[in-house]
């Protein structure tokens, strides 16, 4: 397993609804953590052990977000996990019973802001370029239009606005992209971590 940082170790894991909310979001009880804290659970150690003895490659530090629907649309999961040199500072995850890619992708992203403390730097990766260009370039159009599109509605718009207005408020935090199943080590753990109900299941 992987190291835990000492403010990690600290803190309490939390609960959230397997609906993807995340820590600090009023919801509802579910058995699916949402732990900022706590190591992974059962169903992820086998996985995870394995992804930290393959993968080595890819930044070291930052916050890695992932979502995943098996058919999509279909049942779905996302995953967050932050990183400061190959430790892990926190971590979330969720699912829901009948969503979207493109949703888990959202909920990863939002459930990945809150990891990073206020007054901390970091850099978001996703491998999602739709969530890369929404929050990069579109978002900013959109609003100005009254969050309209010039081709049809937002999908998702609740989280695109509540992300977007979230990173206007933390400049100190940058999106990037990072390619899927390329080896990155951290991507591959936030996969892990998105695709954890699909074990569950079995």
């Known amino acids: 397993m992987p190291k835990k940082c000492y403010r990690c170790k600290k803190a309490q894991p939390t609960t959230g609804a397997n609906s993807g909310s995340v820590s600090g979001a009023p919801s509802a009880p579910s058995k699916k953590k949402t732990s900022p804290a706590s190591s992974a659970t059962r169903e992820l150690d086998l996985p995870v052990a394995e992804i930290l003895k393959r ?11 992932d979502g995943a629907a098996n058919p999509n649309p279909g049942p779905g999961g996302w995953g967050a996990v932050y990183v400061v040199d190959d430790v892990i500072v926190g971590e979330a995850y969720g ?29 978001i990766y996703t491998d999602s370029q739709l969530c890369v260009s929404t929050f990069t370039t579109w978002a900013k159009g959109w609003k100005a239009r009254g969050w309209k599109r010039k081709d049809g509605p937002i999908k998702n718009l609740e989280l695109v606005k509540e992300i977007y207005e979230t990173l206007q408020g933390r400049p100190n935090l940058k999106l990037q992209w990072i390619a899927a199943h390329s080896g990155n080590r951290w991507n591959e753990y936030a996969d892990a971590l998105a695709t954890a109900y699909r074990r569950s299941e079995k």
Do not use: W
Not at 55 to 65: A, C, E, L
Not at 109 to 123: F, N, W
């Open 55 to 65: 993968f080595h490659d890819g930044p070291k530090t930052g916050v890695f977000t």
């Open 95 to 123: 699912d829901e019973p009948h969503t979207t890619n493109n949703r888990m992708e959202l909920l990863a992203l939002r459930a990945g802001i809150p990891l990073v403390l206020t007054d901390e730097s970091a850099i």
